[in-house]
């Protein structure tokens, strides 16, 4: 979607019988799923899934799209958020770990009796995706992160880099961003957002340094590089390689990879 408002996109008359995109494997911010539909006059329902869950686990009504949010469950399973010490139910609005429970869910990984216990501890079939998310009083859910790869420490701080990326996202000049954290030899580790500006534009890094600011930011989410790259490294199915980046934005820097997870 991204580089299709780069590039720009197609006069609606040349595709008629295009009904909706669909829009899954990435996160999709609620400013860009808006701008997107705004100007290609096209409903683009976003979902959510994963291997395990046979693809889909939750998508949008074409029809009735909620910018943001990855939509409710499908008719096959059931979804909600817990807290992931102690397994109890969430109220709407409080952010948690995302369980999903269905036919469409996997019995076992294979050869793994371990990992298959871990995955379904909470018991009553009920699976832990992994995955941080929420959902509003009218069962519309939100992607929050990925909890082993879109968070991390920065300053001593839980962040959510995915959370940063949204908020840069809709700067005026920024085609793509991925924000990561990098070592620093006080802090322990400072955000790096690494930005593929958009084509034909003057770009100042200290432009995004100042948008931070005024984005609401905490002090220690505000990046501390601001790194220009050609382009944000993704899998074969489009979800952004945040790792990779990670490694790419060190090696810019000049410093070593420094796993706070260990």
């Not at 958009?198 to 220690?220: C, H, N, T, V």
């Amino acid at each position: 979607l991204t580089r299709l408002l780069a590039h720009g996109i197609p006069d609606r008359s040349t595709f008629p019988s295009l009904e909706y995109i669909i829009c899954g494997a990435a996160p999709l911010s609620a400013d860009l799923q808006k701008e997107f539909m705004e100007k290609a006059r096209v409903p683009v329902p976003n979902g959510w899934g994963m291997t395990e869950t046979g693809c889909w686990g939750c998508h949008s009504d074409p029809k009735n799209i909620v910018p943001g949010s990855m939509g409710r469950p499908l008719p096959i399973n059931e979804m909600k958020i817990v807290d992931p010490k102690t397994g109890r139910d969430l109220p709407a609005g409080r952010v948690g770990t995302l369980l999903i429970r269905g036919k469409n869910v996997f019995r076992e990984y294979f050869d793994a009796p371990e990992a298959t216990t871990q995955a379904f501890r909470f018991g009553d079939g009920w699976f832990d995706t992994g995955d941080d998310a929420r959902v509003d009083e009218r069962g519309d859910f939100f992607f929050i992160g990925r909890g082993s790869v879109d968070t991390g420490k920065v300053d001593g701080e839980f962040v959510n880099f995915l959370a940063i990326d949204e908020r840069l996202w809709t700067h005026p000049k920024v085609q793509e961003v991925c924000c990561v954290g990098v070592p620093d030899p006080i802090r322990g580790a400072v955000v790096a957002a690494c930005v593929v500006p958009k084509p034909d534009i003057s770009f100042d890094s200290r432009e995004i340094m100042e948008y931070s600011k005024k984005q609401g930011l905490a002090r220690w989410e505000i990046p501390a590089y601001v790194l220009v790259v050609p382009e944000i490294p993704k899998g074969d199915t489009g979800k952004i390689q945040r790792k990779v980046m990670t490694e790419r934005a060190v090696a810019m820097l000049g410093r070593e990879v420094i796993d706070d997870r260990r």
